[in-house]
T-cell receptor
Framework: GAVVSQHPSRVICKSGTSVKIECRSL??????MFWYRQFPKQSLMLMAT?????????EQGVEKDKFLINHASLTLSTLTVTSAHPEDSSFYIC????????????????FGNGTRLTVT | AQTVTQSQPEMSVQEAETVTLSCTYD???????LFWYKQPPSRQMILVIR??????QNATENRFSVNFQKAAKSFSLKISDSQLGDTAMYFC????????FGAGTRLTVKP
């Protein structure tokens, strides 16, 4: 089945530094990837939609200058948390849809294993 | 904008019994897709079941089935013969292009 690989799984950084999270679709091409943020015991909140070859679409309230998204190829999207602060500490999850052979919306999202970011 | 509501923050069920998790949503779209995902303590998101809005027949996957009521915008998940491994967070999700999740229901299966 479709696999999405996310790296790193866990990262600790100091306040003011930047952290890059990678999301790869391993066996399919993803023109669109989605980035979610999940606080403890809460739901997944959509941060942005990453579009290959074009600018990401950010949800209301998400700072695009803080959360930089690059989708340079059909298999890789990156999320960079710039000038991280303790309030950016969270669980970040990427996902992608393999539309091959299915109606677009009916294809389930395949999720990476998530990245736990801790900013000290 | 679409919203998804799960009104049961926590539920518990005895092993081998049946439990139903509720989900309602709000949309002005006529065609869309609904999903249930499971998130165990590992935090990996696992697809449980999915439903196309234009299909009246309720989806079924082994012990998991849904009760889809389009007019009422309701999409509940029934888990039959509950197993200890079913203990997890369950999220209801709505999608047209992107996917929006409900707040989740924490299900505990007791031995």
């Amino acid at each position: 089945g479709a696999v999405v690989s996310q790296h790193p799984s866990r990262v600790i950084c100091k306040s003011g530094t930047s952290v890059k999270i990678e999301c790869r679709s391993l066996d399919f091409q993803a023109t669109t990837m989605f980035w979610y943020r999940q606080f403890p015991k809460q739901s997944l909140m959509l941060m942005a939609t990453s579009n290959e070859g074009s600018k990401a679409t950010y949800e209301q309230g998400v700072e695009k200058d803080k959360f930089l998204i690059n989708h340079a190829s059909l298999t890789l999207s990156t999320l960079t948390v710039t000038s991280a602060h303790p309030e950016d500490s969270s669980f970040y999850i990427c996902s992608a849809r393999d539309p091959k052979g299915q109606r677009l919306g009916y294809s389930p999202l395949h999720f990476g294993n998530g990245t736990r970011l801790t900013v000290t | 904008a679409q919203t998804v509501t799960q009104s049961q923050p926590e539920m518990s069920v005895q092993e081998a019994e049946t439990v139903t998790l509720s989900c309602t949503y709000d949309t002005s779209e006529s065609n869309y897709y609904l999903f249930w995902y499971k998130q165990p303590p590992s935090r990996q998101m696992i697809l449980v079941i999915r439903q196309e809005a234009y299909k009246q027949q309720n989806a079924t996957e082994n012990r998991f089935s849904v009760n889809f009521q389009k007019a009422a915008k309701s999409f509940s998940l029934k888990i039959s013969d509950s197993q200890l491994g079913d203990t997890a967070m369950y999220f209801c999700a709505f999608t047209r292009n992107d996917m929006r999740f409900g707040a989740g229901t924490r299900l505990t299966v007791k031995p």
